[in-house]
């Protein structure tokens, strides 16, 4: 395709809308590195670096909530890096620095070495030289046992998105301005889409093409994606998907080792069955061919690669005595109230998947140890439980029901450990390594000041576990004001809201403005508000606690 001059500054003009993307989260890597047998550094205690850092929304939320560890961002949009500066000393961040750079201008030996190195939404969108230059340097950046996640966009999934952005490209050429591009993209869009289903109802044709159903796919995804995305990602300059086994490759050239993708439940391939999963392990010459035949699959369009130097060497498969040093958690309840029947091995409970709202889509479990540690988990959440901890909560759970297990307790756990791994792969479990400091009552609210500006300005927090989250509008006005101060200041504060007119607290669904059902209704408006915010989470409460596992 041939490429369009950019605007003078693409990212000055339309800055990336900046906040956090959990696959890049630390502690995610850090448990994943050690289930493929790396001693990855604790995040509690690391250093990390991030490639096309925009303004640093994925970095503020680690560095707040792990003060011991150090982050750096590079990008060469002196605008974006401005603005990071600029939100550092608003927050007075001491573990984070910002450069203003380009990554072919960078020198490893002058950065040092890492941890970590996040390039997020950066490896497809950049020249070829600069693609080369970040899996070069990878090598020399990473510590040992350093980890780098890299996102980038895949065929076959571009293929057809490749023809709309072919359209938007041609249509916008010339245009001085990314916000011209952006509008005179859409308009072309809407144009071809609305002249394809005209053309078929011209010809007599009764069915859509497969071609107009591709393009009513991608218009969907142009007319949902706000601006800032469109210009970044459509009309970018460069956007250069590639097949999986092409980057797998370049990265090994570069002396680097796949070490598997931030999706694990991508990996094991669960949504196929299992005499076409054999079949396709059965044609793949090896893991990376295998991969890249359920790329193939699934139609594919963006990948988040986890590597490290090659001379780390990963393991190939996941270890399952890595468990021995994870923390679990899970906060999907059970689809049917749990009992002293439903914990039987005889019934079969679904566990909904983690982050997903179908309730039909779901993890069986029958055994019932197993069973019994995700009804603890869930109790627990957000906390997240050791193994030796959850295994006991679990056996207590089964005596209250009243349910003994039978047999030897070593292989109860060898099941439990099997089945949690099961879940972790199907998405019906998270791990961690370091527990964030997570809020241990409700009583003084506490939002880390990183999220309460973010609340103010967009409405995007991140979840202690790296999530996004757009506040409601009632918790944009609210979490401003969770600095921990005592309850009567807060409810004072909420008073204030109220008589702006920016907050209604109701009671029975009526609106309370003033009198003396006003506190009462603030108050239990506080109570449900802090409870959700908890159970996100993003209420923090000082020091970070570090797992058993976590050196
Ligand atoms: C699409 S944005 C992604 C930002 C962020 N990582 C994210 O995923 O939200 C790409 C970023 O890479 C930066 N960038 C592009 N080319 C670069 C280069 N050669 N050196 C440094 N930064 C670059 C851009 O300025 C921009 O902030």
Same mark, same amino acid.
């Given at each position: 395709?041939?490429?369009? @001059?950019?605007?003078?500054?693409?990212?000055?003009?339309?800055?990336?809308?900046?906040?956090?993307?959990?696959?890049?989260?630390?502690?995610?890597? =850090?448990?994943?590195?050690?289930?493929?047998?790396?001693?990855?550094?604790?995040?509690?205690?690391? !250093?990390?670096?991030?490639l096309? =850092?925009?303004?640093?929304?994925?970095?503020?939320?680690?560095?707040?909530?792990?003060?011991?560890?150090?982050?750096?961002?590079?990008?060469?949009?002196?605008?974006?890096?401005?603005?990071?500066?600029?939100?550092?000393?608003?927050?007075?961040?001491?573990?984070?620095?910002?450069?203003?750079?380009d990554i072919l201008d960078l020198?490893?030996?002058?950065?040092? #070495?890492?941890?970590?190195? $996040?390039?997020?939404?950066?490896?497809?969108?950049v020249?070829e030289p600069v693609r080369a230059r970040i899996l070069a340097m990878l090598?020399?950046?990473?510590?040992?046992?350093?980890? %780098?996640?890299?996102?980038?966009?895949?065929?076959?999934?571009?293929?057809?998105?490749?023809?709309?952005?072919?359209?938007?490209?041609?249509?916008?050429?010339?245009?001085?301005? &990314?916000?011209?591009?952006?509008? #005179?993209?859409?308009?072309?869009?809407?144009?071809?889409?609305?002249?394809?289903?005209?053309?078929?109802?011209?010809?007599?044709?009764?069915?859509?093409?497969?071609?107009?159903?591709?393009?009513?796919?991608?218009?969907?995804?142009?007319?949902?994606? @706000?601006?800032?995305? $469109? %210009?970044?990602?459509?009309?970018?300059?460069?956007?250069?998907?590639?097949?999986?086994?092409?980057?797998?490759?370049?990265?090994?050239?570069?002396?680097?080792?796949?070490?598997?993708? &931030?999706?694990?439940?991508?990996?094991?391939?669960?949504?196929?069955?299992?005499?076409?999963?054999?079949?396709?392990?059965?044609?793949?010459?090896?893991?990376?061919?295998?991969?890249?035949?359920?790329?193939?699959?699934?139609?594919?369009?963006?990948?988040?690669?986890?590597?490290?130097?090659?001379?780390?060497?990963?393991?190939?498969?996941?270890?399952?005595?890595?468990?021995?040093?994870?923390?679990?958690?899970?906060?999907?309840?059970?689809?049917?109230?749990?009992?002293?029947?439903? $914990?039987?091995?005889?019934? &079969?409970?679904?566990?909904?998947?983690?982050?997903?709202?179908?309730? !039909?889509?779901?993890?069986?479990?029958?055994?019932?140890?197993?069973?019994?540690?995700?009804?603890?988990?869930?109790?627990?959440?957000?906390?997240?439980?050791?193994?030796?901890?959850?295994?006991?909560?679990?056996?207590? #759970?089964?005596?209250?029901?009243?349910?003994?297990?039978?047999?030897?307790?070593?292989?109860?756990?060898?099941?439990? =450990?099997?089945?949690?791994?099961?879940?972790?792969?199907?998405?019906?479990?998270?791990?961690?390594? =370091?527990?964030?400091?997570?809020?241990?009552?409700?009583?003084?609210?506490?939002?880390?000041?990183?999220?309460?500006?973010?609340?103010?300005?967009?409405?995007?927090?991140?979840?202690?576990?790296?999530? @996004?989250?757009?506040?409601?509008?009632?918790?944009?006005?609210?979490?401003?004001?969770?600095?921990?101060?005592?309850?009567?200041?807060?409810?004072? &504060?909420?008073?204030?809201?109220?008589?702006?007119?920016?907050?209604?607290?109701?009671?029975?669904?009526?609106?309370?403005?003033?009198?003396?059902?006003?506190?009462?209704? $603030?108050?239990?408006?506080?109570?449900?508000?802090?409870?959700?915010?908890?159970?996100? @989470?993003?209420?923090?409460?000082?020091?970070?606690?570090?797992?058993?596992?976590?050196?």
């Open positions: 395709m041939a490429p369009q @001059p950019p605007p003078a500054d693409s990212y000055a003009e339309l800055p990336y809308p900046s906040y956090c993307h959990p696959l890049t989260g630390v502690d995610g890597l =850090c448990a994943r590195g050690r289930l493929f047998g790396l001693a990855t550094a604790p995040t509690a205690r690391c !250093r990390v670096l991030e096309g =850092c925009a303004s640093g929304g994925n970095l503020f939320p680690l560095a707040e909530l792990w003060p011991d560890s150090r982050f750096v961002g590079v990008d060469r949009s002196q605008t974006q890096i401005s603005a990071a500066r600029e939100l550092a000393a608003t927050l007075g961040s001491r573990n984070i620095e910002f450069l203003a750079a020198d490893p030996e002058a950065l040092g #070495r890492f941890d970590y190195v $996040l390039c997020h939404g950066v490896w497809s969108w020249p090598p020399e950046l990473l510590r040992p046992a350093g980890l %780098a996640v890299i996102s980038y966009n895949v065929y076959p999934g571009w293929h057809m998105r490749e023809v709309v952005r072919g359209l938007m490209v041609e249509r916008s050429r010339g245009l001085a301005s &990314a916000g011209a591009q952006v509008v #005179r993209a859409r308009e072309a869009v809407e144009l071809v889409h609305a002249s394809i289903a005209a053309r078929r109802a011209h010809i007599g044709a009764e069915a859509p093409s497969v071609y107009e159903q591709a393009f009513a796919r991608e218009r969907e995804v142009v007319r949902r994606l @706000p601006d800032a995305f $469109l %210009a970044h990602e459509h009309l970018e300059q460069d956007n250069t998907p590639v097949r999986f086994c092409e980057f797998a490759e370049r990265a090994q050239a570069a002396g680097l080792a796949y070490v598997g993708d &931030a999706e694990l439940d991508t990996m094991v391939a669960r949504d196929l069955p299992p005499d076409t999963l054999a079949a396709l392990q059965a044609a793949a010459e090896d893991r990376v061919g295998f991969e890249q035949l359920l790329d193939f699959v699934r139609n594919r369009e963006l990948r988040h690669s986890i590597l490290c130097r090659r001379d780390a060497n990963p393991r190939a498969e996941i270890d399952p005595a890595a468990l021995e040093t994870l923390r679990f958690a899970q906060h999907s309840r059970p689809l049917v109230e749990i009992s002293a029947a439903t $914990l039987r091995p005889e019934t &079969a409970v679904v566990f909904p998947l983690h982050g997903s709202d179908d309730e !039909r889509a779901g993890i069986r479990v029958s055994d019932p140890l197993t069973k019994a540690a995700l009804v603890e988990l869930c109790a627990r959440w957000p906390a997240s439980v050791e193994l030796p901890a959850l295994e006991r909560g679990a056996r207590e #759970r089964l005596a209250q029901a009243g349910l003994e297990l039978e047999g030897d307790p070593a292989q109860h756990r060898a099941q439990l =450990c099997a089945s949690l791994l099961e879940c972790l792969l199907r998405r019906a479990l998270s791990v961690r390594v =370091c527990e964030p400091p997570l809020a241990r009552s409700l009583t003084r609210p506490r939002v880390g000041a990183f999220n309460r500006e973010m609340a103010a300005r967009t409405g995007w927090v991140a979840g202690l576990d790296h999530q @996004p989250f757009m506040l409601d509008p009632t918790l944009r006005h609210l979490v401003p004001l969770l600095d921990g101060r005592e309850r009567p200041a807060l409810l004072t &504060a909420l008073r204030e809201l109220v008589a702006r007119g920016a907050l209604v607290p109701r009671r029975d669904g009526v609106p309370v403005l003033d009198g003396p059902q006003l506190d009462a209704a $603030l108050e239990s408006f506080l109570q449900a508000s802090s409870t959700s915010l908890a159970r996100l @989470p993003v209420l923090v409460s000082p020091p970070p606690v570090e797992s058993a596992g976590g050196e």
